[in-house]
C-alpha cells in the first residue's frame, strides 16, 4: 500500500533553514509527481510546491518562492524541501502528498498523503 | 491568484440528513475542481476529483456537481463518520493549487 513518511520537522528560529524530507513506499515513485502542502495550526490548507516525475518541472506558491526548494531523489524514492529564510508564518503542519492518477491519467489533486512534520518558526 | 470561497463556514446537520457544501471560485476553473474530507488529527482524503467523480473507495452517498465557478458537494445521507472539515480545490492553473478556507460539517 502506498505509504508517505514525511520528517525533519522541528523548532528554528526565524532566518533559519530545514529541510524535510519524505520516504515513498508501496508505488513505482518515478512515475507520480509529488506536492508539499501546509497546514499552519488550527487553519485551512495552503499548496506549497510541485514537482513532476522526472523533476524537469517545479513550480512554488509565491509565498515561498525564492526561499524554498523542492527536490525528489528517484533512486531513494524520496521526496525533499528545503526551507531557508524561515518566518514564523512558515510554521505548519508540512504533508507530502501524491498526486491522484487513475485509469492511466493523472489529475491536480492529491491522492495520499503523509501524516505530516511539524515545523515551528519561532525565537 | 484564483480565490476558492466555501460556504457556510459550519454546517450543522442531523444524522440522515442530507448536506450540501457550496465552492465558488473568483474565475471560471473549468471541471478542474477536487473535494476533499479532513478529521481531526488526520490528513485530508481526496472525496472527488473532476468536479464529479468519486475517488476509489469513497461512498456514493458523496456527489460533486458544478463547473465553471460555482461547485457543490453533496452528502446524501449524513453518517456519524462524516463530520469532518471539507475543502475544495482547484487545478486549473495546475501546478499552481488553491484551496477553499473551508466548511465544517458538525452534528446539529
Known amino acids: 500500500q502506498v505509504q508517505l513518511v514525511e520528517s525533519g520537522g522541528g523548532l528554528v528560529k526565524p532566518g533559519g533553514s530545514l529541510r524535510l524530507s519524505c520516504a515513498a513506499s508501496?508505488?513505482?515513485?518515478?512515475?507520480?509527481?509529488m506536492i508539499w502542502i501546509r497546514q499552519a495550526p488550527g487553519k485551512g490548507l495552503e499548496w506549497v510546491s510541485y514537482?513532476?516525475?522526472?523533476?524537469?518541472?517545479?513550480n512554488y506558491a509565491d509565498s515561498v518562492k525564492g526561499r524554498f526548494t523542492i527536490s525528489r531523489d528517484n533512486a531513494k524514492n524520496s521526496l525533499y524541501l528545503q526551507m531557508n529564510s524561515l518566518r514564523a508564518e512558515d510554521t505548519a503542519l508540512y504533508y507530502c502528498?501524491?498526486?491522484?492518477?487513475?485509469?492511466?491519467?493523472?489529475?491536480?489533486?492529491?491522492?495520499?498523503w503523509g501524516q505530516g512534520t511539524l515545523v515551528t518558526v519561532s525565537s | 491568484e484564483i480565490v476558492m470561497t466555501q460556504s457556510p463556514a459550519t454546517l450543522s446537520v442531523s444524522p440522515g440528513e442530507r448536506a450540501t457544501l457550496s465552492c465558488r471560485a473568483s474565475?471560471?476553473?473549468?471541471?478542474?475542481l477536487a473535494w476533499y474530507q479532513q478529521k481531526p488529527g488526520q490528513p485530508p482524503r481526496l472525496l472527488i476529483y473532476?468536479?464529479?467523480t468519486r475517488a476509489t473507495g469513497i461512498p456514493a452517498r458523496f456527489s460533486g456537481s458544478g463547473s465553471g465557478t460555482e461547485f457543490t458537494l453533496t452528502i446524501s445521507s449524513l453518517q456519524s463518520e462524516d463530520f469532518a472539515v471539507y475543502y475544495c480545490?482547484?487545478?486549473?492553473?495546475?501546478?499552481?493549487?488553491?484551496f477553499g478556507q473551508g466548511t465544517k460539517v458538525e452534528i446539529k
Open positions: 502528498a501524491r498526486g491522484y492518477c487513475s485509469g492511466g491519467s493523472c489529475y491536480g489533486s492529491a491522492g495520499y
Open positions: 480545490q482547484q487545478y486549473n492553473n495546475w501546478p499552481g493549487w488553491t
Open positions: 514537482i513532476s516525475s522526472s523533476s524537469s518541472y517545479t
Open positions: 508501496g508505488f513505482t515513485f518515478s512515475d507520480y509527481y
Open positions: 474565475q471560471s476553473v473549468s471541471s478542474n
Open positions: 473532476d468536479a464529479s
